[in-house]
């Protein structure tokens, strides 16, 4: 059967695309964008302008192309991305929501755009108290004494945590040997752990999905520096007993690390540092309504209880005397993460989300993030398996268990979404579910939009069982079709240009 009249559910359509060749493969030589007048731009030799030895022997073979053809050419490569201006984005554990324009206003400020990081502290007043301002509002908001904005991203922010967790350590005279893991921990947490020269412990779940309170009180000894943990964690499940795990870690001496990639659940219901958590990071690029993905920029600032603050990265932002400037002189710092102060303009962002929402909009977001993501879990029932069927939190975890029995596997059904005009979920994480796909609609999606996904979803589940084909051929209605993912992962073609 014909995959052709299998995609009525979703917003996929039919319609011109454009092929679009390297930009090295367009173009005519002696073909130029623009002309200048020889008699402004008079012909001088380049080694009267750059020193002999910084010049090339041969010329660069780059593409002779016209303006249009330039214009054209991203243009087209444009149209074939995917973000969250595009469509649904449900990425579990991601956090992949609609990011409000007026950040975008607020950070494109003539006085914040226009900013050098070398300008001296009486010249960036603005720009220092919106950072002092937003360490503030992130503590406020986890429940945390102090903090740096530095990180430039949620694996630099663990590792940011744990070096002042190890530098802490070592000033009380035992930095101690290994770090515990659960197994539904982050997959950047044990490398974070590694890199601070600790040897990683994993911690297996209990049957509900959450800490094995009993295996934790077994590895929790005098050597264990810290537990790092995730709450809610990638299944999505919320640790009902974290005074406890943290009360457990105490009172052995060791510090409890909590990763923040979740927090779009927590917002203004539940702090980390009521719960007992000694450090953590959270993702602006993720919570905070700041651009997600492509590689950045991010931001994955690290709070920390008072205890750890003189461990923080300088220089600190700090207020006296109604001025704001920037301390270098901080003897047990672990030192800088990022150059000068942080990606700022992703700073901006979140401080202008945070001071746009408000308190009550802060908890506004974690309720329909939370509300949406048990709509889809309840609504997909029976269609698929799900492992731990029970309320979740900001995102549900389904697997592939019914469709194996028709040879349909996650992956085909990821396929099958990019047919009906989805972006697919998180797929095949957490390692600890097999077929795994984790789905969070957060709190920026219309019932619309989640109704349409889940149509889609029935379709494919249904279609597994009466026509598996349709769905382990997909896609078809894609600018690509199937992919041998082994070839192109052994074998890339990384042509470019000859």
Not at 147 to 157: D, E, H, V, Y
Not at 223 to 252: Q, S, Y
Request: hydrophobic share 40%.
């Amino acid at each position: 059967m014909s995959n052709e009249g299998n995609l009525m559910k979703g917003e996929a359509a039919r319609g011109l695309i454009f092929n679009e060749p390297l930009i090295f493969k367009k173009g005519k030589k002696g073909r130029t964008g623009c002309d200048l007048p020889e008699k402004l731009f008079p012909s001088t030799k380049p080694e009267k302008l750059i020193g002999a030895s910084l010049l090339r022997g041969k010329a660069a073979d780059m593409p002779e192309v016209s303006e249009p053809e330039v214009v054209r050419h991203f243009t087209r490569l444009s149209q074939w991305n995917f973000g969250v201006d595009s469509g649904f984005y449900p990425l579990g554990s991601c956090t992949m929501k609609y990011n409000p324009k007026v950040n975008e206003l607020a950070a494109g400020l003539e006085g914040f755009a226009g900013l050098h990081p070398l300008q001296t502290d009486e010249t960036a007043q603005s720009a220092l108290q919106v950072m002092f301002e937003l360490e503030k509002l992130l503590c406020d908001i986890t429940g945390m004494d102090a903090g740096t904005l530095q990180p430039a991203a949620g694996a630099q922010g663990e590792l940011c945590g744990m070096m002042a967790i190890r530098a802490l350590l070592e000033k009380r005279g035992n930095a101690r040997k290994k770090v515990l893991l659960p197994d539904s921990a982050h997959g950047t947490n044990p490398a974070s752990a590694a890199l601070c020269d600790y040897d990683v412990v994993s911690i297996p779940s209990g049957p509900d999905g959450l800490i094995d309170i009993k295996k934790l009180k077994e590895a929790m000894d005098k050597d264990t520096a810290a537990l790092m943990l995730t709450n809610p964690n990638t299944l999505g499940l919320f640790e009902k007993d974290i005074k406890k795990i943290c009360a457990i870690v105490h009172a052995k001496g060791g510090l409890v690390y909590s990763d923040g990639a979740n927090l779009n659940a927590l917002l203004g219901k539940a702090r980390f540092g009521d719960m007992g958590i000694d450090v953590c990071h959270v993702n602006l690029h993720k919570t905070f309504a700041t651009p997600h993905g492509g590689g950045g920029p991010g931001s994955g600032p690290c709070l920390v209880k008072k205890e750890l603050k003189p461990f923080l990265p300088v220089p600190l932002v700090i207020k006296s005397k109604g001025k704001y400037s920037l301390k270098w002189d901080s003897k047990n710092s672990v030192g800088a993460f990022h150059g000068f102060n942080g990606n700022f303009s992703v700073l901006l962002k979140a401080y202008t989300y945070i001071l746009t929402m408000g308190a009550a909009g802060l908890k506004d977001i974690s309720e329909a993030a939370v509300l949406n993501a048990n709509y889809v879990r309840a609504k997909l029932k029976g269609y698929y398996d799900i492992p731990f069927d029970r309320y979740c939190m900001h995102e549900c975890v389904l697997s592939d268990k019914i469709q194996n029995e028709h040879h349909v596997t996650t992956l085909d059904i990821a396929k099958a979404l990019i047919d009906r005009g989805f972006h697919p979920p998180t797929i095949y994480f957490p390692l600890i579910v097999k077929g795994a796909m984790m789905i969070e609609p957060t709190e920026s999606e219309s019932k619309e939009t989640i109704d349409t996904f889940i149509e889609a979803m029935i379709e494919i589940a249904e279609l597994a069982k009466t026509d598996p084909e349709a769905i382990t051929s997909a896609p078809l209605n894609a600018k690509v079709k199937r992919m041998d993912e082994t070839k192109a992962a052994r074998h890339p073609d990384l042509n470019c240009c000859t």
